[in-house]
Nanobody, 126 residues
Framework: QVQLVESGGGLVQAGDSLRLSCAAS????????MGWFRQAPGKEREFVAA????????SYADSVKGRFTISRDNAKNTVYLEMNSLKPEDTAAYYC???????????????????WGQGTQVTVSS
């Protein structure tokens, strides 16, 4: 079993930055691929970014490419999402997810993740 706890969300203005953190407990963190997803009211959950286990291959949604950076610190059992140049359309609840078995080609598929955090709200005002 893996427990995921997100933090770092908040209310910011357009153009600001935030760093989200996701702390994991339980099984060996380095063995998990990690993803960030977001969900705005009335919309489906969408992929934001992911980092694979092993070599740490990263993947990003086109909407955040160049603005967001995902990273992981296996020594601290934590994955981060650095968000720069935030836009009002980035407003959503952000969720951290973990998978022990996911293939790298499926990193953007939320249904491939076994574990989820409770989410942290990010609100970007214009």
């Amino acid at each position: 079993q893996v427990q995921l706890v997100e933090s770092g969300g908040g209310l910011v203005q357009a153009g600001d930055s935030l760093r989200l953190s996701c702390a994991a407990s339980g099984r060996a963190f380095s063995m998990f691929s990690m993803g960030w997803f977001r969900q705005a009211p009335g919309k489906e959950r969408e992929f934001v970014a992911a980092v694979s286990r092993g070599i740490g291959r990263t993947s990003y949604a086109d909407s955040v490419k160049g603005r967001f950076t995902i990273s992981r610190d296996n020594a601290k059992n934590t994955v981060y999402l650095e968000m720069n140049s935030l836009k009002p359309e980035d407003t959503a609840a952000y969720y951290c997810a973990a998978s022990f078995r996911i293939a790298d080609i499926h990193l953007s598929d939320p249904y491939q993740y076994e574990y989820w955090g409770q989410g942290t709200q990010v609100t970007v005002s214009s």
